[in-house]
């Protein structure tokens, strides 16, 4: 073998030598040899952009690119994505190496399908088939949420009814969404609901309920509010609703007048009415009571509102019974039957009279005043009448007259005089006594009047002094003095104590008050009982026994001591302490004395001492040390023990000592744990208490080691409460250390709880995991790679598992090696572990690859697996495993095929070749025929002639896409123009793989040569008549004439847009094939003078709009038969198809200004009406009202003019259509036309 070097142009030269060569001219033959320099770049795989992408995402698109040639170069690589991205770059690859490309980032804004190309631009390359790789993107909408139809409140509706707002909803994005709806019903109702859809579903949604209000058109708008709508042109949906008024007012009950009542009396009537229209209204409302009463009073109600309704006074006459009829009167009330309430009232009489109130006597009369007895009288009948009325005055004064009273009036009784006797309080009673009255409980009042005399002055009473007076003490007098006459008196008051005290005052009082009056100091002598006397001396006073008081007092000596205060001790106290109890002691007597005290404490302290001390002075007392030993809270006590002390409330005093214990202690050392990473920096924590029992400022020492000591303070703790303290960082060292925290409270009075004492070890962690490995697999294989785990730290630890940056679609389990079962997660941490592993300890997995069953061939990918200490998750390894997918390859061609030919016609046979391997291919094409003198010529899809692409040599097709990827192979076969009708050719095209040449396919293409056909007719013409939205079957046939069957094409046209066509076989169960590959229906071979029948499917629109008349409704279909390959020889039927009218109404021109045209339809008899509202719901003209019509098309014209003929102002109107069948519920439609200047 020879090694093509070096580059350049070489000379080749081969001789032979023979003996006795007679001809050595033609010995040696001489050429030459170049030797280049191999270049070929190839695009091999487009990694990114692929598959789905959601909208609005930046990707950063790549490509693997490799260097097939025998050099090191820089190699330009371009990458388009649609027609907004290109992007190039320049990459250098040794050779036989490959590298991944990245290019600026690209953002998937415009939602669709796109191409992705990467190629290489390397000049001499000498494999360009390499040079491109193709994928394709989809960019789909993430979230997009649509509302299209809103299905309630549409149409007519009554004011009033309760309707369930509600709409369809679809979620058009590529996730679930929990999607919130608007709903607004004019400019009062707003709402909102929540829905959560899957992608592509559509749901109705359903708001909180409306009632129909105001009267009128309204609006109706429902959109969706979904964050990140990438396409809001479909939130919305809109329609209208039309609500019209419903009145109906009810008479419910009648309050007033009904039963028994007494002539002549006032009575206001009543009734309660309710509004049960759909609309507020104002009701006229009219009362009738017998023959001489009838008045209306008007009330405004709300829907479904109730109220009473007030009516003028009535006066109850004649004597007798009455009919009491109420009535509504509401204009258009639907229900004339609920309108009216009758009821009946009886006027009777009534005889009552009653005394009203007793104006005299009344309060205080001088004794001896005359005075005249004054009442009045009422009578409460229906008559007038004469009232006997009796007044009594105590015993002495009993009189009656009788008084003429109208009925429902009052009148004033007068009495003979009465002279004011005797003095005090007499009884005064007024009664009626009128026969046959019906109520006795206001015939009669009672009440009092007081007789006082004139002139009179009483002492009350003697108020200071007063019990018992202390010697010597100095009191001024006060005694309490009244003047019960019947003016303004100066009294004169005299006080006399004992024998040497007589002093006078003078007091002024108005009549029938009462007031103090004081005296001169006294001073209290001599000791014993002293007499007291104090007496009134009025001119003329009538009753003379008021007017002295006497009583008397005692004046002795006084002894008193208090306890003043406890001084010592009170509050705190600390357990184990010694203290001086001391308190303050006075003298409130009038003489010194020695004051004998007792101090205790709590039921454990008892001491005593006397002290002396003179009148009005206070002194401190000391008692015996007390020693505080008993926790807890004590009451103190002093108190004095002085015998005869006129006042011993003064003499203890009481207050509260509390005996304290100090305790601190270190509870919890928070941190460093017992293990930490080796040189970490840590800052200790700890927890202490205060375990006494007053709040405390606790010092507190940590120590780590012989090196590190810190002390803090906690802030004031109360008994009982805990707090955390940190203390600066330390460097954790790598073996065991020991630590401490503890309390250092002065006094502490409990050491053991004062110190925690613990061990802190400085662990090093490091995890391996290995080795680095290799496999390949087919699609949809399974990989097992065994790698081991090592814990190579000075602790032990748990080691966790993790992969990642493995392809999309691929699968991977991580196993224990001895069971192959998913590794646990023993740390309970999330994620999967090895078993716990001692130091140098280590442990086996598998790590198990799953390939997707449509990977592409030779598509590589990388998993990295990661292991990370459990302990402290930021000490890692990481191995990696390649795996390859294994390729394989198949193609196959189709179909076989046959065709008649005529003789000197070309005529193009499609085949298909699809690639079913995974990796991409090109079809090597070869082909045999049995017809050496007809043309066949392989093109592509294209109409081209077939290359060399792949440059071995044959002529093939493609690339061709792995999994399934398609192209189209034509076969163009032409008979000699002298062949025979019947001569047949069978051409053979067979295929080979060129990845695989062992690969291969074949498809046969049977030609025969065929006649003429001369004549072609397709039949009937015809007219039939469709209902609007079905579908309907009309049978045609098709006949040939000449020589030879044929193939022939089928094609109908619609004239009118909307309508629906289908082909199908004469049984009507599939629809017409294309059996000759031409893109057009046929029926296939026809032979000649024989019918050939199929059916031609037709399907009215759904909702066909109306115009101008009814001539444009019908449809005219053209169905046109041709012969394949010769579209010039054709026939065509015509089909007239006639929809029956839906029901329907719409007006030309809108808007307008002078006068617009109505159209409707029904596609039944029935009683047709067609109105127009205003915005308020008011009839404004009727255009036809009942008319009798027959199924079919109609119109009118209005000219903007109401009933009256006045010209209506511009706006919108509404107008209504309906349509009423003999049988059935009555249709609406409801429409807006807009009326301008």
């Not at 494999?127 to 993430?142: L, Q, S, Y």
């Not at 759909?278 to 006229?284: D, I, Q, W």
């Not at 009038?590 to 302290?605: K, L, N, Q, S």
Request: aromatic fraction near 6%; proline fraction near 7%; glycine fraction near 8%.
């Amino acid at each position: 073998a020879w090694t093509a070097t070096p580059p350049g142009l070489h000379p080749v030269r081969c001789s032979v030598y023979a003996h006795y060569d007679d001809n050595p001219a033609n010995d040696t033959l001489s050429t030459t040899v170049r030797v280049r320099v191999r270049i070929d770049a190839a695009a091999v795989l487009i990694l990114a952009p692929v598959g789905v992408v959601d909208s609005g995402t930046t990707t950063s698109p790549q490509a693997l690119v490799a260097n097939k040639g025998t050099r090191s170069g820089f190699f330009p690589v371009h990458m388009t994505i649609g027609l907004g991205y290109r992007e190039s770059t320049t990459v250098m690859l040794a050779p036989d190496s490959s590298t991944t490309v990245s290019f600026p980032l690209w953002r998937a804004d415009e939602v669709g399908t796109f191409r992705v190309c990467c190629s290489t631009a390397l000049s001499d390359d000498v494999e360009p088939t390499n040079d491109t790789a193709i994928a394709f993107v989809a960019v789909a909408n993430r979230h997009d949420a649509s509302c299209h139809l809103i299905l309630s409140p549409t149409g007519v509706l009554d004011s009033g009814s309760v309707v369930i707002p509600s709409a369809m909803v679809t979620n058009a994005g590529t996730c679930r969404e929990l999607i919130p709806v608007v709903m607004r019903i004019g400019d009062a109702y707003l709402d909102t609901a929540y829905v959560s859809l899957a992608p592509g579903e559509s749901l109705a949604t359903y708001f909180n309920s409306w009632t129909a209000s105001p009267t009128g058109l309204l609006t109706v708008r429902c959109s969706t509010a979904l964050s990140e709508d990438r396409t809001p042109a479909n939130d919305m949906a809109t329609d209208s609703v039309f609500v019209t008024a419903r009145p109906d007012a009810a008479v419910t009950d009648i309050y007033l007048p009904v039963g028994v009542v007494d002539s002549g009396t006032t009575i206001v009537p009543l009734a309660r009415i309710c509004n049960y229209g759909t609309s507020p209204a104002e009701v006229p409302v009219r009362m009738r009571i017998g023959e001489s009463y009838d008045e209306v009073s008007y009330k405004f109600l709300g829907v479904g509102a109730k109220d009473t309704v007030q009516f003028p006074a009535w006066v109850a006459s004649p004597p007798g019974v009455h009919a009491v009829v109420c009535s509504s009167a509401i204009s258009g009330d639907v229900r004339p039957e609920n309108d009216r309430r009758i009821d009946s009232v009886r006027v009777a009489t009534t005889v009552d009279a009653g005394i009203v109130a007793i104006l005299t006597p009344q309060g205080r009369v001088d004794s001896g005043t005359a005075v005249v007895p004054l009442a009045i009288v009422a009578n409460y009948g229906t008559s007038p009448a004469f009232i006997p009325v009796r007044m009594q005055i105590g015993s002495d004064f009993d009189s009656m007259v009788f008084k003429m009273v109208r009925p429902g009036t009052e009148d004033t009784v007068e009495f003979p005089f009465w002279l004011a006797s005797p003095v005090g309080t007499i009884p005064v009673r007024c009664s009626t006594a009128m026969p046959g009255d019906l109520f006795s409980g206001n015939d009669y009042l009672t009440s009092s009047v007081t007789v006082g005399v004139s002139v009179d002055a009483a002492c009350l009473g003697i108020e200071i002094p007063d019990g018992t007076v202390d010697s010597g003490a100095t009191v001024i007098p006060l005694v309490r003095v009244a003047n019960y006459s019947t003016s303004r008196k100066e009294i004169p008051v005299l006080l006399r104590i004992g024998n040497d005290y007589l002093r006078g005052r003078r007091k002024q009082l108005d009549p029938g008050t009462s007031d103090t009056v004081s005296f001169p100091p006294w001073s209290a002598q001599p000791r014993g009982v002293v007499a007291l006397t104090c007496s009134t001396a009025l001119y003329g006073d009538e009753r003379t026994k008021n007017d002295c008081v006497r009583k008397s007092v005692l004046v002795y000596s006084h002894l008193d001591a208090a306890v003043l205060d406890i001084l010592v001790p009170v509050g705190g106290v600390d357990s184990g302490r010694q203290v001086t109890p001391k308190a303050r002691i006075a003298n409130y007597g009038t003489a010194p004395a020695v004051i004998p005290a007792e101090f205790r404490i709590g039921d454990f302290y008892r001491s005593g001492r006397s002290k002396l001390i003179s009148p009005g002075v206070a002194e401190t007392v000391h008692f015996d040390v007390w020693t505080a030993a008993e926790l807890g809270r004590h009451t103190v006590r002093c108190t004095t023990l002085l015998d005869r002390d006129c006042d011993p409330a003064n003499d203890t005093r009481e207050a509260e000592v509390y005996v304290q214990w100090r305790d601190a202690g270190c509870i919890a050392i928070l941190s460093p744990p017992g293990i930490v990473r080796a040189g970490d920096t840590v800052c200790p924590k700890a927890r202490v208490r205060n375990f006494g029992m007053i709040p405390e400022c606790i010092p507190v020492v940590f120590r780590y080691g012989s090196l590190y000591a810190s002390l803090r303070h906690t802030d004031t703790l109360a008994p009982g409460d805990s707090a955390e303290l940190e203390f600066p960082a330390l460097i954790a060292e790598s073996s065991a250390i020991s630590a401490s925290c503890s309390t250092a409270l002065y006094y502490d009075m409990h050491a053991p709880n004062d110190k925690l004492t613990f061990t802190v070890f400085g662990a090093v962690r490091r995890v391996v995991i290995e080795p680095d490995t290799a496999a390949s697999a087919p699609p949809g294989g399974i990989v097992n790679y065994f790698l081991t785990c090592r814990n190579e730290g000075n602790a032990d630890d748990t080691i966790d598992i993790t992969s990642q940056r493995t392809r999309t679609g691929w699968k991977v389990e991580l196993l224990d090696s001895a069971t192959l079962e998913p590794l646990a997660d023993l740390n309970n941490n999330g994620l999967p572990d090895v078993s716990h592993l001692p130091v140098g300890g280590s442990s086996s997995l598998v790590c198990r690859l799953t390939l997707p069953a449509g990977e592409q061939g030779l598509v590589i990918d990388t998993t990295e697996l990661v292991a990370a200490s459990g302990a402290d998750p930021r000490v890692t390894d990481m191995c990696r495993t390649s795996t390859t997918v294994q390729a394989f390859s198949g193609l196959v061609i189709e179909p076989d095929q046959f065709c008649l030919i005529p003789p000197g016609r070309p005529y193009d046979y499609i085949f298909t070749i699809t690639n079913l391997g995974n990796v991409e291919d090109y079809a090597d094409i070869a082909f045999f025929c049995t017809k050496g003198r007809w043309r066949h010529e392989l093109l592509d899809r294209d109409g081209k002639s077939l290359g060399d692409r792949n440059a071995n040599g044959r002529r093939d097709i493609g690339p061709l896409s792995p999994h399934s990827g398609t192209t189209e192979l034509k076969l163009r076969l032409t008979p000699d123009s002298r062949a025979q009708v019947g001569e047949r050719d069978t051409t053979s095209i067979t295929i080979q793989s060129f990845a695989d040449i062992g690969i291969t396919d074949t498809a046969c293409a049977v030609s025969e040569v065929s006649g003429a056909v001369s004549g072609l007719v397709v039949e009937p013409d015809q007219t039939t008549s469709v209902n609007v939205g079905a579908t309907i079957g009309i049978p045609l046939w098709v006949e040939t004439s000449g020589e030879i069957r044929a193939i022939i094409n089928i094609a109908a046209v619609c004239s009118r847009p909307g309508w629906q066509l289908r082909l199908l076989d004469a049984a009507e169960k599939e629809e017409l094939r294309d059996t000759d590959f031409d893109s057009l229906p046929d029926l296939g071979f026809v032979t000649p003078a024989i019918r050939t029948h199929f059916v031609l499917q037709v399907t009215a629109p759904g909702c066909e709009q109306l115009v101008a008349n009814a001539d444009s409704l019908p449809a005219t279909v053209t169905v046109v038969a041709s012969l394949s390959g010769e579209p010039t020889l054709c026939d065509t039927a015509r089909v007239v198809v006639v929809p029956v009218p839906n029901f329907e109404v719409h007006n030309a021109a809108n808007p307008f200004s002078e006068r617009t045209r109505f159209i409707f339809s029904t596609p039944t008899r029935g009683r047709v009406s067609l109105l127009i509202y205003n915005r308020l719901g008011e009839i404004v003209r009727t255009l036809v009202k009942d008319a009798d019509c027959e199924s079919g098309i109609y119109s009118t014209e209005w000219d903007g003019t109401n009933d009256l003929g006045r010209r209506l102002a511009p706006g919108i109107y509404v107008y209504v259509f309906e349509v009423t069948p003999a049988t059935g519920a009555t249709r609406r439609l409801v429409r807006k036309a807009v009326l301008k200047r």
